[in-house]
Each structure stands twice: as C-alpha cells, then as structure tokens.
C-alpha cells in the first residue's frame, strides 16, 4: 500500500483548501483513513479519520466544524476539505491507513495506522 498526497500549498487566513490522498494497493475499503498534521518540533496531532465506508467521520476539537473528510471507495481516494483555515493550522499534513476499529480513542493515535503518506505542506497567512 502506498500512499500519496497532494493539495498543500500557501492560502490566507479565512480561505480553504483540499487535501487529495491517492491509495494505490488493494482493497482501499478495508482501510479506515486517518488524516495528521506536524507543527514544526512537535509530534504528529490528530486531525481526523473516515470509516471503511464512510459513513463516519471523526474530528479533532481544533477543526470541528471547519474540517471534512470524504472517501471516494470507488477511486481509492480520501480529501480533507478545510475552510475558514488560520494560520495556526499551518503544518504538514499528512494521510495514513490502517486496518483498524474505529473508535476515536484508537482513530486517533498514529499507531493505529500501517502505511503513511509523505506530508503535504499547508501554511496559511495571516
């Protein structure tokens, strides 16, 4: 499994962006997609995740309501939509998958996850 982001780049503080993650392997419905984001000198954070079917979505308090992760099952690809962005959000993003139960407590740590995307960076200006 691999996987591969696209979609960062600079916006201004109220604007929005798309996040895009190709899936290439098998059987992308099995994977449960998660979504991180990496300030500079600190640890992965949580910003969301989809369910197999994505029929549910978890978020993050930081994004709650600003954030929107999709799944395309049929293209193999999985968005995060992101509107209203500050220039607090500005960190590489990253996706990832994982064969996992979807609960938020496990969603949300990145030791749920197998495989990772390379990050795309997102910086927003103020």
């Known amino acids: 499994v691999q996987l591969v982001e696209s979609g960062g780049g600079l916006v201004q503080a109220g604007g929005s962006l798309t996040l895009s993650c190709t899936f290439t392997?098998?059987?992308?419905?099995?994977?449960?997609m998660g979504w991180f984001r990496q300030f500079i000198g600190k640890d992965r954070e949580f910003v969301g995740a989809?369910?197999?079917?994505?029929?549910?979505?978890y978020y993050a308090d930081p994004v709650q309501g600003r954030f929107t992760i999709t799944r395309d099952n049929a293209n193999n690809m999985a968005y995060l939509r992101m509107n209203s962005l500050k220039p607090e959000d500005t960190a590489i993003y990253y996706c990832?998958?994982?064969?996992?139960?979807?609960?938020?407590?496990?969603?949300?740590?990145?030791?749920?996850?197998?495989?990772w995307g390379q990050g795309t960076q997102v910086t927003v200006s103020s």
């Open positions: 989809i369910a197999r079917s994505g029929g549910t979505t």
């Open positions: 392997g098998p059987t992308f419905s099995l994977y449960t």
């Open positions: 990832s998958a994982g064969v996992t139960a979807t609960t938020l407590q496990i969603v949300s740590r990145p030791t749920s996850y197998e495989t």
